[in-house]
Protein backbone atom coordinates (compact mmCIF):
# COMPACT_ATOMS: atom_id res chain seq x y z
CA UNK A 1 0.00 0.00 0.00
CA UNK A 2 0.95 3.69 -0.89
CA UNK A 3 2.35 5.10 2.57
CA UNK A 4 2.04 9.08 3.20
CA UNK A 5 4.09 9.98 5.61
CA UNK A 6 3.55 13.53 7.41
CA UNK A 7 6.99 14.15 9.68
CA UNK A 8 5.13 15.67 12.87
CA UNK A 9 1.32 14.62 14.56
CA UNK A 10 1.31 17.43 16.49
CA UNK A 11 3.15 20.96 16.23
CA UNK A 12 3.28 24.25 18.28
CA UNK A 13 4.57 27.16 17.09
CA UNK A 14 5.06 30.71 18.25
CA UNK A 15 3.66 33.53 16.30
CA UNK A 16 5.43 35.01 13.94
CA UNK A 17 8.28 31.93 13.21
CA UNK A 18 8.57 30.23 10.09
CA UNK A 19 7.32 26.51 10.28
CA UNK A 20 7.77 23.51 7.92
CA UNK A 21 5.53 21.14 7.24
CA UNK A 22 6.72 18.14 5.62
CA UNK A 23 5.28 15.36 3.63
CA UNK A 24 6.78 12.11 2.09
CA UNK A 25 4.47 9.40 -0.45
CA UNK A 26 6.49 5.93 -1.63
CA UNK A 27 4.86 5.32 -4.47
CA UNK A 28 6.29 7.13 -6.93
CA UNK A 29 3.14 9.57 -7.52
CA UNK A 30 3.10 12.75 -9.25
CA UNK A 31 0.29 14.20 -7.90
CA UNK A 32 1.02 16.19 -3.95
CA UNK A 33 -1.39 17.94 -2.41
CA UNK A 34 -1.70 20.33 0.90
CA UNK A 35 -5.37 20.67 2.78
CA UNK A 36 -6.84 22.18 5.84
CA UNK A 37 -8.95 20.68 7.75
CA UNK A 38 -11.14 23.21 10.23
CA UNK A 39 -14.90 21.96 11.63
CA UNK A 40 -17.73 22.60 9.77
CA UNK A 41 -15.46 24.08 6.85
CA UNK A 42 -13.77 20.32 5.78
CA UNK A 43 -10.71 20.26 4.60
CA UNK A 44 -9.67 23.04 1.79
CA UNK A 45 -6.64 23.44 -0.72
CA UNK A 46 -4.20 24.93 -0.25
CA UNK A 47 -1.38 24.08 -3.09
CA UNK A 48 -1.08 21.11 -5.02
CA UNK A 49 1.51 20.08 -6.76
CA UNK A 50 1.74 17.80 -10.14
CA UNK A 51 5.40 17.51 -10.74
CA UNK A 52 8.90 18.29 -9.22
CA UNK A 53 9.16 21.93 -8.98
CA UNK A 54 5.96 22.90 -10.20
CA UNK A 55 3.00 24.30 -8.10
CA UNK A 56 -0.66 25.07 -8.27
CA UNK A 57 -2.85 27.61 -5.58
CA UNK A 58 -5.84 25.85 -4.46
CA UNK A 59 -8.35 27.60 -2.99
CA UNK A 60 -6.79 29.31 0.16
CA UNK A 61 -3.04 29.77 -0.79
CA UNK A 62 -2.66 33.32 1.26
CA UNK A 63 -0.31 33.02 3.77
CA UNK A 64 1.62 29.31 2.48
CA UNK A 65 4.08 28.60 0.15
CA UNK A 66 4.81 25.13 -1.00
CA UNK A 67 8.53 23.24 -2.31
CA UNK A 68 8.55 20.40 -4.31
CA UNK A 69 12.65 19.56 -4.98
CA UNK A 70 12.11 15.60 -5.56
CA UNK A 71 9.23 13.91 -6.27
CA UNK A 72 8.50 12.29 -3.47
CA UNK A 73 8.78 15.05 -0.94
CA UNK A 74 6.05 17.59 -0.68
CA UNK A 75 6.81 20.96 1.75
CA UNK A 76 4.60 23.57 3.15
CA UNK A 77 5.70 26.34 4.58
CA UNK A 78 3.93 29.03 6.70
CA UNK A 79 6.39 31.99 6.29
CA UNK A 80 5.24 33.79 9.19
CA UNK A 81 2.74 32.03 11.27
CA UNK A 82 -0.22 33.19 12.62
CA UNK A 83 -2.81 32.11 14.86
CA UNK A 84 -5.44 31.60 12.83
CA UNK A 85 -3.05 29.17 10.62
CA UNK A 86 -3.93 26.64 13.77
CA UNK A 87 -5.61 23.83 12.20
CA UNK A 88 -5.32 20.27 10.83
CA UNK A 89 -3.10 20.00 7.89
CA UNK A 90 -3.60 16.86 5.95
CA UNK A 91 -1.02 15.79 2.63
CA UNK A 92 -2.32 13.68 0.07
CA UNK A 93 -0.94 11.82 -3.09
CA UNK A 94 -1.96 10.50 -6.24
CA UNK A 95 -0.78 8.88 -9.66
CA UNK A 96 -1.63 11.03 -12.07
CA UNK A 97 -3.40 9.67 -15.00
CA UNK A 98 -5.36 7.23 -12.65
CA UNK A 99 -7.35 10.16 -10.23
CA UNK A 100 -10.45 7.80 -10.71
CA UNK A 101 -8.25 5.29 -8.18
CA UNK A 102 -8.45 7.84 -5.19
CA UNK A 103 -6.02 9.91 -3.10
CA UNK A 104 -4.34 8.65 -0.55
CA UNK A 105 -4.21 10.91 2.66
CA UNK A 106 -1.66 11.11 5.39
CA UNK A 107 -2.26 11.19 9.27
CA UNK A 108 -2.18 14.86 9.84
CA UNK A 109 -0.14 17.04 11.81
CA UNK A 110 -2.49 19.07 14.21
CA UNK A 111 -0.71 22.58 13.74
CA UNK A 112 -1.16 24.69 17.06
CA UNK A 113 0.11 28.60 17.03
CA UNK A 114 0.18 30.61 20.29
CA UNK B 1 -14.79 25.91 -10.53
CA UNK B 2 -16.49 23.00 -8.95
CA UNK B 3 -17.85 22.43 -5.73
CA UNK B 4 -19.37 19.53 -3.65
CA UNK B 5 -22.78 20.47 -1.18
CA UNK B 6 -23.24 18.09 1.64
CA UNK B 7 -26.84 19.34 3.27
CA UNK B 8 -26.88 17.60 6.30
CA UNK B 9 -24.14 18.96 8.73
CA UNK B 10 -25.06 16.49 11.51
CA UNK B 11 -27.56 12.97 11.35
CA UNK B 12 -28.50 11.04 14.39
CA UNK B 13 -29.61 7.44 13.22
CA UNK B 14 -30.22 4.77 15.68
CA UNK B 15 -28.01 1.76 15.56
CA UNK B 16 -29.21 -1.04 13.10
CA UNK B 17 -31.33 1.81 11.00
CA UNK B 18 -31.03 2.88 7.74
CA UNK B 19 -28.54 5.46 6.48
CA UNK B 20 -28.88 8.07 3.60
CA UNK B 21 -26.45 11.07 3.28
CA UNK B 22 -26.72 13.45 0.73
CA UNK B 23 -23.80 14.93 -1.53
CA UNK B 24 -24.48 16.81 -4.59
CA UNK B 25 -22.30 18.30 -6.96
CA UNK B 26 -21.69 20.81 -9.91
CA UNK B 27 -19.14 19.75 -12.69
CA UNK B 28 -20.42 19.67 -16.46
CA UNK B 29 -18.99 16.02 -17.60
CA UNK B 30 -18.79 12.96 -15.96
CA UNK B 31 -17.48 13.27 -12.99
CA UNK B 32 -14.82 11.08 -10.63
CA UNK B 33 -16.87 11.27 -7.16
CA UNK B 34 -15.56 9.71 -3.88
CA UNK B 35 -16.83 9.20 -0.73
CA UNK B 36 -14.02 9.12 2.20
CA UNK B 37 -14.68 8.28 6.31
CA UNK B 38 -13.06 9.83 9.00
CA UNK B 39 -13.00 8.56 12.77
CA UNK B 40 -12.28 10.45 15.23
CA UNK B 41 -8.85 11.05 15.98
CA UNK B 42 -7.96 9.34 12.35
CA UNK B 43 -7.25 10.09 9.09
CA UNK B 44 -9.05 9.87 6.47
CA UNK B 45 -10.02 6.15 4.70
CA UNK B 46 -11.51 5.70 0.98
CA UNK B 47 -15.35 4.10 1.62
CA UNK B 48 -15.86 4.16 -2.60
CA UNK B 49 -15.00 5.79 -5.59
CA UNK B 50 -16.85 6.25 -8.74
CA UNK B 51 -15.57 7.49 -12.43
CA UNK B 52 -17.32 5.22 -15.16
CA UNK B 53 -19.67 2.13 -15.62
CA UNK B 54 -22.54 1.03 -13.26
CA UNK B 55 -23.92 3.75 -11.61
CA UNK B 56 -24.18 1.69 -8.59
CA UNK B 57 -21.14 1.17 -6.80
CA UNK B 58 -20.11 -0.97 -3.66
CA UNK B 59 -17.45 0.06 -0.98
CA UNK B 60 -15.71 -1.12 2.43
CA UNK B 61 -18.06 -1.56 5.46
CA UNK B 62 -21.42 -2.49 3.42
CA UNK B 63 -21.44 1.08 1.76
CA UNK B 64 -22.96 1.70 -0.91
CA UNK B 65 -23.40 4.83 -3.47
CA UNK B 66 -25.89 5.92 -6.06
CA UNK B 67 -24.52 8.19 -8.91
CA UNK B 68 -27.19 10.01 -10.63
CA UNK B 69 -26.21 12.59 -13.48
CA UNK B 70 -30.12 13.71 -13.84
CA UNK B 71 -29.87 15.34 -9.72
CA UNK B 72 -26.00 15.92 -9.97
CA UNK B 73 -25.87 13.58 -6.87
CA UNK B 74 -23.97 10.79 -5.42
CA UNK B 75 -25.68 10.02 -1.85
CA UNK B 76 -23.83 7.61 0.54
CA UNK B 77 -26.38 4.66 1.76
CA UNK B 78 -26.03 1.88 4.56
CA UNK B 79 -28.79 -0.95 5.29
CA UNK B 80 -28.13 -1.16 8.93
CA UNK B 81 -25.69 1.29 10.45
CA UNK B 82 -23.38 -0.10 13.52
CA UNK B 83 -22.09 2.40 16.44
CA UNK B 84 -18.85 2.29 15.03
CA UNK B 85 -19.94 3.99 11.90
CA UNK B 86 -20.15 7.07 13.88
CA UNK B 87 -17.63 9.61 12.18
CA UNK B 88 -17.52 12.06 9.64
CA UNK B 89 -18.25 11.68 5.62
CA UNK B 90 -16.68 13.62 3.26
CA UNK B 91 -17.85 14.02 0.01
CA UNK B 92 -15.45 14.85 -2.74
CA UNK B 93 -15.06 15.21 -6.83
CA UNK B 94 -11.63 15.67 -9.41
CA UNK B 95 -11.40 18.98 -10.17
CA UNK B 96 -9.25 19.29 -13.45
CA UNK B 97 -6.90 21.87 -13.30
CA UNK B 98 -4.67 23.47 -15.88
CA UNK B 99 -1.18 21.60 -16.91
CA UNK B 100 -2.77 18.63 -16.69
CA UNK B 101 -2.60 18.76 -12.51
CA UNK B 102 -5.66 17.70 -10.86
CA UNK B 103 -7.18 18.15 -7.24
CA UNK B 104 -9.40 16.76 -4.89
CA UNK B 105 -12.31 19.10 -3.94
CA UNK B 106 -13.84 18.31 -0.55
CA UNK B 107 -17.28 18.51 0.93
CA UNK B 108 -17.94 19.98 4.39
CA UNK B 109 -18.94 16.98 5.84
CA UNK B 110 -21.68 15.64 7.24
CA UNK B 111 -21.39 14.17 10.92
CA UNK B 112 -22.99 10.99 11.93
CA UNK B 113 -23.39 10.15 15.35
CA UNK B 114 -25.35 6.53 16.48
CA UNK B 115 -27.58 6.80 19.08
CA UNK B 116 -28.30 2.98 20.85
Known amino acids: DVKVTQSSRYLVKRTGEKVFLECVQDMDHENM ?3 RQDPGLGLRLIYFSYDVKMKEKGDIPEGYSVSRE ?32 GYTFGSGTRLTVV | AQSVTQPDI ?10 ELRCNYSYG ?7 YVQSPGQGLQL ?10 VQGIKGFEAEFKRSQSSFNLRKPSVHWSDAAEYFCAVVEWANQAGTALIFGKGTTLSVSS
Not at chain 1, 83 to 100: D, H, I, V
Open chain 1, 33 to 35: FWY
Open chain 1, 70 to 101: KKERFSLILESASTNQTSMYLCASSPYGREGY
Open chain 2, 10 to 19: HITVSEGASL
Open chain 2, 29 to 35: ATPYLFW
Open chain 2, 47 to 56: LLKYFSGDTL
